[in-house]
């Protein structure tokens, strides 16, 4: 029997249960594994797992499991939820986003590691699957939960209005990476209008997060029914970062980029990632650096890298959202801190006059880059931090 794994988020990893199920599996069939998430990836290289677990696809866990769909037996969805509701929802947006979620026996095992723990057969043909495998992992068998409609399409598609599960008050809300609002309550549901954010109703709105989801004067849309949205940490505590080594930075160079001409002989690959640190496994791929624009993704793209020995050039002006996240920046980094409200300015001249207007180049040294980037900082620049 062939077993497709889809694996989604961290504290799967961390809690030490992705592997145990992954063994378990193991003495039903063959099996592939591979994770769902950016976060996620930094777990299983933190875990030293990469060889059991792919990290190398970037695609939303119903596009994984409709690739496994073509290809294996059973399909199993693994994942830890904040809480068995949260678990229970998301589970719903990825069956709900298959072209046919009965095509092959689907199976969840949500929170493995607590007492609500449970092995859910997400269609008719997964039952005696599901109820073997919650029996090797002494886990309830859980019925379908009730189909949640979460997302609710007004007028057309022009309207279209999102519903946040699992929010505590005090949270800060993600789209896509980006702080947008601070819940204040639990009841939080983000609406959008023709492709932009006009509500984000139980929540105190950061119109600057607005500003860069929506990439300011380019007045960029957004599909809200697929953005991926978060609340409160992206990460538990219970983990120890991997130092780089060889064997992990060797994955910087697997991942999948766009095609790009090569640079000349001797030169560093650079690129820029702003605001968009979920995508920092695909925007750094084969690069020796990164300009990392903005404090928050300076923090989270820093520390992704870390784990690959990409070092970073942040450009920060200290408007970091302070949400909880342990930062690893890799040695020979460069952080500049600019007068409030600079960050993005000098990031938009960066990509214009270094970049050329794009989002990655060439250059003859790491220091090289650095003096370029400082210099045309140095009007607005407080002070810089060398790691």
Known sequence: MEIGIVIHGPDIIDSGMALKVIEILNGFGKTTAVMAGTIGKTAVLDAHLEEVIDIQASLRPSACIEQFFLTKDVVVLLNHGKTIE????????????????????????????????????????????????????????????????????????????????????GENILINGVVVAYALSKDVSITTENGFITEIAGARVKEHGLEKLHRYEQRETIDITRCWIKSGPLRGNNFSARLYTEKAGVLKSSNVALPELAGPPDSIKAVIIDHEAERSFELAAGAQVAVTIGDDTTEIAGDILYRLGIPIIGITDGDSDGFEHRKHIFPGSLVLRLRPGYDDIVGKKIRAEIFGGNGNAYFKSLTELQNKITSLSKNCLDFTRNY
């Open 86 to 169: 949260n678990g229970r929802v998301f589970a719903n947006l990825v069956v709900a986003n298959l072209v046919n979620s009965h095509l092959k026996p689907l199976i969840h095992v949500e929170r493995p590691s607590c007492g609500d723990g449970e092995v859910i057969p997400w269609n008719g043909v997964a039952i005696t699957f599901a109820s073997n495998l919650a029996s090797s992992l002494g886990l309830r068998l859980s019925a379908v939960p009730e189909v949640i409609t979460p997302i609710i399409i007004e007028n057309n598609g022009h309207r279209i209005v999102r519903k946040v599960f699992g929010v505590h008050p």
